[in-house]
């Protein structure tokens, strides 16, 4: 076997773009060991990960092979009857051949395959060397990396996402040498910006990670994270509180830092007053700070992560607290000028607020979001009167300051403008935060993962509004397609169905779907000159399909999916019930012969050319199998009603699950197209109640490969 030797490459530039960075460095790593792969290099890449900073990309490998294995080609020829003249001489073609060979045609080698015997040219070489290969190895995994924007500098032609300023190239010892963006390789690294501006030797592959520590630079990312998430708890817990760490700040203070440290800080007391998901929104997405937290409640602390040991922390805190300061001042404005406005004062607002060109404004949104509401609410156990008011109020928070500067925190705000609302002050204290939660909960789940609406009330407002987004998205001709989905509907659609299922709802989409299109009427003749209406049976496929997904995720199967699907249940949480039954009974080990026996009843019963009587005439059963399928099917019958009524589905596919016996019995016994029409339209009589019953949970011949 070849030596194998440790590999290090890294990239040294100015600061890469935060967002971008893990994923190119992990297009680095994998693109220089895909081009070695490509070039039969061996590789050692056990424990091997991508190590990056925010000025460095590095691929470090702790086995390379020193040189390729030999490389073997083989070279088909011409045929001998081209190949060789009546004499045995060599023709044109084949002295071409060998020529583009580069040796004697007697050289070459025969081979033979269904056409007949041919001339073959077959050579070895030996392998080349690893340091050779490496350079272009190097500009391969770079032209392979996903770079958003590339970055001109200088006079050049190259680009990048940043300047490059160098490059280290070791195998084993020794320097590989290469040149890219006008840097030559070498063993010379650079240290922490601040702390260790100097030069780094890099003696050896394995000598990288110890010597950039030492150098003030953490260029492992998962210790960098690790020691990230340390501190900051420590410094948490000795201000007493905890921590909140929200993976995508945690993910980009990362990339921001090679040597993190901690710095506590302060805010002052009276900024509480304010919101704190607006408090947190801002030191999170605009200064990239880490919240303190108590009980759950923000404290006035909060925690930056410096990219420096500082001599006076307190200095670095100073300017910390500067810098957010005017951004808290400004939430904190445009909080008390939104309450002495007022929540229903911002309502009136709206009807000047166009939703969309062909569905009106928002306050017309609004308004049909109430109706639906006040419909849905009492079937689920919900004052209808407070749902409607609710309703109507759901997009009032859209006028107010607080939300125009902060976007993500539509339904935050308008629960706290709700509480102090003096419009609102006719209702009983348990009603008035019931309706201010709702504001909120109505927008959940936000994004992918997030729970559903908690309170009755806030399901309710959140079903209703996914139910008019989605149908007057499909009225006005904005379904998604492709990658486009301007308005979010397969979001929503998801929502909704989530919505409904994990709540309980025993509610029937079907009904709901259709007040829903008859709420969004005809629209007025877009482009085309056509008047729109959404279609009901269309927007319910929309939403079934949204499942898909969903389940595939619990483990359901594309086949248990498509066998209850088929039965296009009104209720969704049905759905999720039958699914789970048809989980239970696809494990049974009769239900493939089942599965496969409903397939065949219903294309038997598809083929008859004959009226099939709607009851079986007992007079008529000759043969034993038959009688005893009839006597099992009126058993079952019998054994599963009520827990068919009762939606009890495990147990109504349990016992039909025994009738194999039976069902395998009359198939192997029982001649279905008889030539008296009598016996056949009996038996095809019985083949139809098998199948209703085998049917009444799931379409079960979905089930059958």
């Known amino acids: 076997m070849t030596d194998m030797k440790p590999l290090l490459i890294e ?50 490998l702790p086995g390379v092979a020193s040189e390729q294995p030999e490389q073997r080609s083989e070279v ?36 033979t395959d269904a056409k007949g015997e041919r001339f073959v040219h077959r050579a070895v070489t030996p392998g080349a060397a690893t340091a050779t290969l490496l350079p272009d190895v190097l500009r391969e995994a770079i032209a392979a990396m996903p770079i958003p924007k590339p970055m001109r500098w200088g006079a050049h ?37 601040f702390m260790h501006n100097t030069a780094v030797e890099i003696a050896a592959p394995g000598d990288y990670v110890d010597a950039m520590r030492s150098a003030k630079v953490l260029v492992d990312a998962d210790m960098r994270r690790a020691g ?44 509480l007053a304010v919101p704190q998901e607006a408090l947190i929104a801002t030191m999170e997405a605009n200064q ?26 307190i200095e670095v805190a100073k300017g910390y607290e500067r810098v957010i300061r005017p951004r808290f001042a400004d939430a904190k404005f445009f909080f008390d000028e939104d309450l002495k406005q007022g929540l229903s004062a911002m309502n009136e607002g709206l009807k000047t607020v166009t939703y969309q060109a062909r569905l009106g404004s928002v306050a017309d949104k609004t308004a049909r979001v109430a109706a639906l509401a006040e419909v849905i609410a009492p079937q689920v156990g919900v004052d209808a009167a407070l749902a409607k008011r609710a309703a109507l109020l759901s997009k009032a928070d859209l006028q107010s300051r607080m939300v125009n500067e902060f976007p993500e925190l539509q339904g935050i705000a308008g629960r706290y403008y709700a509480l102090q609302d003096p419009a609102l002050a006719d209702l009983p204290d348990t009603d008035r935060a019931a309706l201010a939660n709702a504001l909120d909960e109505a927008w959940q789940p936000r994004f992918a993962g997030d729970d559903i609406a908690l309170s009755p009330l806030g399901k309710v407002l959140a079903i209703a509004e996914r139910l008019d987004t989605l149908a007057g998205g499909f009225a006005a001709g904005l379904k998604p397609t ?15 169905a989530r919505t409904l299922i994990e709540s309980g709802f025993d509610l029937d989409l079907h009904t709901l779907i259709r007040a829903s299109v008859e709420g969004v009427g005809a629209l007025p003749a877009g482009k085309d000159g056509v008047t729109a209406f959404a279609d009901a049976g269309e927007l319910y496929d929309f939403i079934l399909d949204r499942l898909k997904g969903y389940y595939a995720d619990k483990g359901v199967t594309v086949q248990q999916f498509n066998a209850v699907a088929a039965m296009r249940p009104g209720s969704l949480y049905d759905l999720d019930r039958r699914l789970d039954a048809i989980g239970t009974f696809a494990a049974l080990p009769e239900a493939e012969a089942l599965a496969a026996a409903d397939k065949r009843i219903r294309n038997i019963l598809r083929k008859a050319d004959i009226d ?57 016994g029982v001649m279905v197209n008889a030539d008296d029409a009598a016996l056949r339209g009996n038996r095809l009589a019985l083949l139809t109640q098998l199948s209703a019953r085998l049917g009444s949970v799931a379409a079960i011949e979905h089930l059958s490969s």
């Open 11 to 60: 990239l040294g530039t100015e600061e890469l773009p935060v967002k971008a960075l893990p994923g190119l460095a992990q297009a680095f790593f994998d693109g220089v060991i895909a081009a070695l792969d490509r070039r039969g290099v061996a590789v050692m890449s056990e424990g091997a990960k991508p190590l990056y900073t925010p000025r460095r990309m590095a691929v470090l």
């Open 76 to 111: 088909l020829g011409p045929y001998l009857n081209i190949a060789l003249d009546a004499d045995g001489n060599p023709t044109r073609a084949l002295q071409g051949f060998a020529a583009k060979a580069g040796i004697d045609w007697t050289a070459l080698e025969k081979t």
């Open 157 to 193: 032609s190259y680009a990048f996402a940043r300047p490059v300023h160098w490059l280290v190239m070791l195998h084993g010892h020794a320097i590989v040498e290469a040149e890219l963006f006008g840097v030559r390789s070498g063993r010379t690294s650079r240290g922490h910006r």
């Open 228 to 271: 990230i998430v340390r501190e900051v708890e420590g410094v948490a817990r000795a201000l007493g509180g905890d921590a909140r760490i929200e993976p995508d700040n945690l993910e980009q203070v990362n990339c921001l830092v090679e040597w993190p440290s901690a710095v506590a800080c302060t805010f002052e007391h009276e900024f």
């Open 288 to 313: 990239k700070f880490f919240p303190v937290l108590q009980d759950g409640r923000l404290t006035e602390h909060f925690i930056g992560i410096a990219n420096i040991e500082s001599k006076d922390p």
């Open 482 to 496: 492709g990658n486009k989905d301007a308005f979010a509907l397969r979001r929503n659609a998801l929502g909704l």
């Open 612 to 668: 099939v009587p709607r009851t079986v005439a007992p007079a008529l059963l000759r043969e034993p199998a038959e009688s005893a399928l009839a006597e099992a099917i009126e058993a079952v019958h019998a054994e599963t009603a009520h827990a068919l009524a009762q939606g009890d589905y495990v147990t109504v596919l349990t016992h039909l699950a025994r009738l194999r016996p039976q069902v395998d019995a009359f198939f192997d």
